[in-house]
């Protein structure tokens, strides 16, 4: 199948463009892959705390994230160098999510409004082609108009985006 377009990664990044796709053209996201590496639920060092503002930008994709596991922050104190803030709002100042959950969460999210996801596939190399790019896995390589990294810092896409620097950037 040729695909409209391949998102490689189904992090909060590739999962949200995928919940975009699906809101701003439908037909599109029915014509999407999304390419993930491992599968959900993955273990994700990182914490996942999220402010209004992304719980505001979810809600308009109509998610609701008091549906995904999480804690409630009501108040906190940021210190750096002997210098900090305090906030505390009502209901709460943020929302603590586990990573691995809330990844998975928004992946089916994503999912069930059209793109397909392959999960435990690693992307091996993505080269430009008449028309598009070829997106080369494990399995087989798959092609589309367009590409979308959000595989994170090492990214397989990145490294053939002319200009782009690669390896972990601070």
């Known amino acids: 199948m040729q695909y409209d377009v391949i998102i490689v990664g189904s992090g909060p990044a590739g999962a949200s463009t995928a919940l975009h796709l699906a809101q701003i053209a439908p037909e599109v996201a029915q014509r999407t892959l999304i390419l993930e590496k491992a599968r959900h639920p993955r273990p994700k060092l990182c914490g996942g705390g999220m402010l209004q503002d992304g719980e505001f930008i979810l809600q308009c994709l109509g998610m609701d994230v008091a549906r995904a596991p999480h804690v409630e922050v009501k108040e906190a104190h940021f210190r ?3 210098r900090g803030f305090f906030i505390a709002r009502q209901p709460a100042s943020f929302r603590v999510f586990s990573r691995d959950l809330f990844d998975q969460w928004l992946a089916d999210a994503a999912r069930q409004r059209g ?3 392959v999960e435990g596939t690693r992307v ?3 080269a430009p082609i008449e028309g598009g790019v070829a997106v080369e896995t ?4 798959y092609t589309a108009r367009a590409v979308v990294g ?3 810092s090492l990214s397989a896409v990145r490294r053939v985006v002319p200009g782009a620097r690669t390896g ?3």
């Open 115 to 117: 793109p397909q996801l």
């Open 80 to 82: 750096f160098e002997g």
């Open 138 to 141: 494990e399995r087989e390589t």
């Open 168 to 170: 972990h950037t601070a």
């Open 124 to 126: 091996r190399q993505v």
């Open 150 to 152: 959000a595989d994170g």
